[in-house]
Antibody, heavy 120, light 108 residues
Framework: QVQLQESGPGLVQPSETLSLTCTVS????????WSWIRQPPGKGLEWIGH???????NYNPSLKSRVTISIYTSKNQFSLRLSSVTPADTAIYYC??????????????WGQGTMVTVSS | EIVLTQSPGTLSLSPGERATLSCRAS???????LAWYQQKPGQAPRLLIY???SRATGIPDRFSGSGSGTDFTLTISRLEPEDFAVYYC?????????FGQGTKVEIK
């Protein structure tokens, strides 16, 4: 079955760039849309943005100026870069799959999440 | 952006009881692009319901979803011990996709 795994630094300095990778295993990254979602400690979920396998992206306007999502189909991976981070960006970051081809789909497969702390 | 408001914030019930969770949208959710997720401590959210009323793969039939437009409901017919968790609704009809703030179902 398809599984997702986030990886990247757990600690990022303020004003630096957060970089995470999501590796898709057990299936192909092709034909689906892929999202990043975050959850500050003890709080709710916030959608960050998504990408399709052609590289077309859609970002949450609240983060758009700082977010870049990329896809590497040959590696079955996609990535998140969030620039100029502040402590408010401290959160668990999840990658997730849209459940069937198309952007307007629920998220049926999630990674386990990775905690990123922004602190000096 | 569509704002989703969930109520109540916390629901205190006993195993075997019926749980009714509400999700209200600030504007109509197109073509019932509404999902429900369950999240337990230390775990990622799990998809329960999509399209407002369709159960995801492997979800027991005690979970059901209903509603349209701006008002949606998740019902758990008889609570099992493993159902005590936080539940989120999410709309994916109008970008940016948004989530409700969550309803915690706790053991009374």
């Amino acid at each position: 079955q398809v599984q997702l795994q986030e990886s990247g630094p757990g600690l990022v300095q303020p004003s630096e760039t957060l970089s995470l990778t999501c590796t898709v295993s057990g299936g192909s990254i092709s034909s689906f849309y892929w999202s990043w979602i975050r959850q500050p400690p003890g709080k709710g979920l916030e959608w960050i943005g998504h990408i399709d396998t052609s590289g077309s992206t859609n970002y949450n306007p609240s983060l758009k100026s700082r977010v870049t999502i990329s896809i590497y189909t040959s590696k079955n991976q996609f990535s998140l870069r969030l620039s100029s981070v502040t402590p408010a960006d401290t959160a668990i970051y999840y990658c997730a799959r849209h459940m069937s081809p198309g952007a307007r789909r629920a998220f049926d497969i999630w990674g386990q999440g990775t905690m990123v702390t922004v602190s000096s | 952006e569509i704002v989703l408001t969930q109520s109540p914030g916390t629901l205190s019930l006993s195993p075997g009881e019926r749980a009714t969770l509400s999700c209200r949208a600030s504007q109509s959710v197109s073509t019932t692009y509404l999902a429900w997720y369950q999240q337990k401590p230390g775990q990622a959210p799990r998809l329960l319901i999509y399209g407002a009323s369709s159960r995801a793969t492997g979800i027991p039939d005690r979970f059901s979803g209903s509603g349209s437009g701006t008002d949606f409901t998740l019902t758990i017919s008889r609570l099992e011990p493993e159902d005590f968790a936080v539940y989120y609704c999410q709309q994916y009809g109008s970008s940016p996709w948004t989530f409700g703030q969550g309803t915690k179902v706790e053991i009374k």
